[in-house]
């Protein structure tokens, strides 16, 4: 809902000063490069864990960005008041995607570390040889080559149409990005869907779930609007959006948090629920290794940590309109969403208990720092909001 009034005055464009950050964006590159150095001396010392460190770091932080470009399309395609104001921030991460597809690169290398279907031979497995079909390197190249493709070019679209707007505010380009978006959206799907099923799924050939796709999107949705919480917040404490991003503006991405939290939840519960219904062997291994020794403990840790804690806090009103408490709880997701990952991913090495190591760590820093050193060279390009969108008067003026 949105109150009019006329006596809202349209605000000019509001810049990132790159000169008062200099100093982040070279810690940031700073530490960015060495940790990707350690990572090469990582890849060389211990391949195998490695391997599984760095597909880990890269499917975080690729699904909190691609969560960000699911928000963008969802803009546009219901033609959203209350997220013009936040919506060049979701540009600007979703922009990452490109970088993210040069940090896929050592997937590619270490493949036969990773994907054990690339190491059997045809006829040794009746199972694999019933999927050869999909599951054969060249057709996962290709699919790996067209979602980056897609994400890139659908993103850098958005984002160009919604930069033009800036400079004439010409509202045909409200159409065109909603033209995209629409053509978008189902394209989306399918990128995530099968991009989850080829480098998560895939860890495990054996086994299957038509529920995956969706799993993944709820955890990836949940966490990039939390992530957007927190980067606005920055800014905010930084000195910009003051008068642009309201306490009304928190409250609804509080809202959208909590309905995030109840559809993982949902998703998650169902696909365990089923799998354990039916109890066949070929679905149930998946569960059964995540319920042994200590990986028992992290999962039940998940399920408390990322439904029922953020359930409880975000279900009431004040947390949502408190945007220090709100960044609390959206920083908890966003780890949450880190031990999600790493849940689904780690097992596959370290079956039999949690064993962490110091290149889970270093992987993350590397990518995570690598990527904030670009999104501030990004971030000063343009306006932090949308300062022309035909939409931008009702934004400013949303109320719950």
Same mark, same amino acid.
């Given at each position: ?270 696909? *365990?629920?089923?799998?354990? *219904? ?7 291994? *998946? ?114």
């Amino acid at each position: 809902m949105s109150e009019r009034s006329d006596f809202v005055p349209v605000p000019e464009g509001e810049y990132f000063e790159t000169n008062r950050f200099a100093g982040l964006s070279l810690l940031l590159a700073v530490v960015g490069l060495f940790s990707l150095a350690l990572c090469a001396v990582g890849a060389s010392v211990n391949r195998h864990q490695f391997s599984f460190s760095w597909l880990f770091a890269f499917a975080f932080f690729f699904t909190l960005l691609a969560g960000c470009f699911f928000w963008i399309i969802v803009h546009h395609v219901t033609d959203a008041e209350w997220s013009v104001v936040v919506r060049r921030q979701l540009e600007n991460l979703a922009m990452l995607i490109p970088v993210m597809a040069v940090f896929f690169i050592p997937v590619l290398i270490f493949r036969h570390h990773l994907y054990e279907w690339m190491n059997v031979a045809p006829g040794h497995d009746p199972i694999l040889d019933s999927k050869r079909a999909y599951l054969n390197w060249h057709f996962f190249l290709v699919r790996a080559i067209f979602y980056f493709a897609f994400f890139t070019g659908a993103a850098f679209l958005l984002r160009r149409f919604s930069v033009r707007q800036d400079r004439d505010g010409n509202p045909a380009y409200t159409l065109k990005m909603r033209r995209v978006a629409f053509t978008a959206l189902p394209l989306f799907a399918l990128s995530l869907t099968f991009g989850a099923y080829d480098w998560l799924l895939g860890l495990d050939y054996h086994w299957f779930s038509t529920m995956w796709g969706v799993y993944i999107f709820a955890g990836a949705a949940g966490s990039s609007m939390s992530l957007l919480v927190l980067v606005i917040t920055a800014l905010r404490n930084a000195g910009y959006l003051k008068d642009i991003v309201t306490m009304e503006h928190y409250h609804i991405m509080g809202k959208w948090m909590l309905s995030f939290v109840v559809f993982w939840a949902y998703i998650g519960f169902s696909q *365990y629920m089923l799998i354990w *219904y039916a109890n066949m062997p070929e679905e149930t291994e *998946y569960f059964i290794r995540r319920n042994t020794e200590s990986w028992n403990s992290l999962s039940l840790f998940l399920v408390i940590g990322r439904f029922f804690v953020p359930f409880i806090l975000l279900l009431v009103r004040s947390p949502k309109r408190k945007a220090r408490q709100l960044c609390l709880i959206a920083g908890w997701l966003v780890f949450m969403q880190a031990v999600d990952i790493y849940i689904v991913i780690l097992p596959a090495l370290h079956g039999v208990g949690l064993h962490l190591s110091i290149w889970d760590f270093v992987s993350l820093i590397a990518i995570g720092a690598t990527l904030g050193f670009f999104y501030l060279r990004i971030l000063a390009k343009t306006s932090l909001f949308p300062n022309r969108d035909p939409r931008l008067l009702e934004s400013l003026r949303t109320t719950n």
